[in-house]
């Protein structure tokens, strides 16, 4: 059986949405991403770093409608890595400034994670990782990820 290659990352998540003016506020005011192209009326692309896009939106099949059932198969969230925790805290910091209702958060000892969903209900994560040498390893030397809680007060101190 062949796998993936080492360097293989995921590229970019695409979505269906029901409003693209209002997810294109949020991903762009929330998650801090910058608007690269819309394409029409009924789709946009975003990205960070300049990448052509990590986020395509659009409505081809959506506008307008209502967000799917949460109990059923389709995506659980998105993950948005961030370099460091300061820049994690400062996506933070925005995401209560601009009433995002947080879902969730905690350290799963990889990592610091935040979740909350999007204006059509998808699910978002913004995390960023513990260097690998810090990662809790089991007696095997497998990942012991955990689901600990996370110190949103502390995470928020050290917004840039």
Do not use: C
Request: zero cysteines; a negative charge.
């Amino acid at each position: 059986m062949s796998k993936a290659p080492d360097a293989m990352t995921i590229g970019h998540v695409h979505l269906r949405v029901s409003d693209l003016e209002r997810s294109v506020a949020f991903y762009r005011d929330v998650i801090g991403l910058t608007v690269t192209q819309h394409y029409g009326t009924d789709a946009a692309f975003l990205s960070a770093g300049g990448y052509h896009h990590h986020v395509g939106l659009n409505t081809w099949m959506s506008k307008g409608a209502a967000p799917g059932p949460k109990r059923q198969p389709g995506l659980f969230h998105t993950a948005f890595l961030f370099p460091d925790r300061a820049s994690l805290g400062a996506a933070l910091k925005r995401a209560i400034s601009l009433g995002v209702e947080i879902e969730g958060a905690a350290d799963h000892g990889v990592s610091e994670a935040i979740y909350f969903s999007d204006p059509d209900g998808n699910g978002i994560e913004i995390y960023r990782d513990r260097a690998e040498q810090d990662w809790p390893r089991n007696a095997e030397g497998g990942l012991d990820m955990v689901n600990a809680p996370l110190d949103l007060d502390a995470l928020l101190a050290e917004a840039e």
